[in-house]
């Protein structure tokens, strides 16, 4: 399986910050993962608070961990809050169940990592977190498939 390269990271880390200054959003950070939780890169935009960039690993990292966008983790969530309380305890509370964390696929729909964006809101970030990985060419997993939800 072909890895994210430090290109196509900076690029989505880029390309997600310039989607949010078009739309006056609040001061992001980003992270980029590769497939086993690894950062390739990070960056927060000038101004972005001290915290968003640990909020955006979290998000991109229970969303590999658990092989679901975080957007599905945060249904999950809803639905089995003891299984998420649980996960948050064993992950040392490096999990965040909120909308930002994307999976980033290959066009075999392969899990090649995640994108993490914090700085905003939950939605917004997500909206970031897309347009970056669609400007490499690789697929965003926004955790809108029925089937990943269910129990």
């Known amino acids: 399986m072909r890895r994210i390269t430090l290109d196509e990271a900076n690029t989505m880390i ?9 739309l006056d959003l609040g001061k992001l950070s980003i992270v980029v993962l590769d497939d086993g939780g690894h950062p390739i890169a990070m960056k927060r935009d000038d101004g972005s608070e001290f915290l968003r960039p640990k909020i955006a690993h979290a ?19 809803q639905k089995l809050p003891v299984f998420m309380g649980a996960l948050s305890q064993l992950s040392d509370g490096g999990l965040v169940a909120l909308p930002g964390g994307v999976l980033i696929r290959d066009s075999d729909g392969s899990v090649m990592g995640a994108i993490g964006v ?12 897309v347009a970056g990985v669609e400007a490499t060419g690789l697929q965003a997993d926004i955790g809108d498939n029925p089937d990943w939800l269910r129990p």
């Open 59 to 77: 998000k991109a990292w229970g969303a590999l961990g658990m092989g679901l966008a975080s957007r599905a983790l945060l249904a999950k969530a």
């Open 118 to 129: 914090s700085g905003d809101l939950s939605d917004t970030d997500e909206v970031c977190a």
């Open 14 to 22: 880029d390309t997600a910050i310039a989607k949010g200054h078009e």
